[in-house]
């Protein structure tokens, strides 16, 4: 299950700058080429994945809303064939900062159903055996 899909990449960004950037062809068609934005999403989720996997299982689900945002700007960012202007280079690096954090454990998603991996203790754990040199042993020795 992707982290964005279409849908939410139409709804926050508009089809006219998804047509922009995924109507590549000799012949301009007026219309979101889906193949460009799947492959696109298929990046930006590998890229996701490969920053939580260390702390959540992948890929999460539910879909927790952060993730769909960052999600969101690595797509935009990476359907621009040339220089992106510096709002969505902005909210690139915010979302790998923003993924870093969740890596380091800064952030934490709260999302049903995908436990934390486990770390190990980090603490020495004793086992002490029964003191054979007790108060009572020693009555009269003191």
């Known amino acids: 299950m992707p982290y964005t899909t279409l849908a939410d ?6 089809d006219r700058m998804l047509v922009a950037l995924t109507d590549r062809g ?23 994945d ?9 890929p999460v689900t539910p879909v927790p809303a952060i993730l769909g945002d960052i999600a969101g700007s690595i797509v935009i960012w990476k359907l621009h064939v040339g220089a992106p202007d510096p709002k969505v280079e902005a909210d690139y690096k915010e979302a790998l900062r923003a993924l870093r954090d ?7 998603l709260a999302s049903a159903g995908t436990p934390s991996v486990e770390k190990g203790g980090s603490g020495v754990q004793v086992t002490d055996r029964e003191r054979p040199f007790t108060a009572d042993n020693l009555k009269g020795f003191i």
């Not at 969740?102 to 934490?108: D, K, L, N, P, R």
Request: aromatic fraction near 6%.
């Open 102 to 108: 969740i890596a380091a454990g800064v952030i934490t």
């Open 50 to 58: 490969g920053y939580v996997a260390g702390r959540y299982q992948t």
């Open 9 to 14: 990449l139409t709804a926050r960004f508009g």
């Open 26 to 48: 000799e012949m301009s068609t007026g219309a979101i080429d889906t193949s460009v934005v799947d492959k696109a999403i298929a990046d930006a989720d590998a890229v996701i």
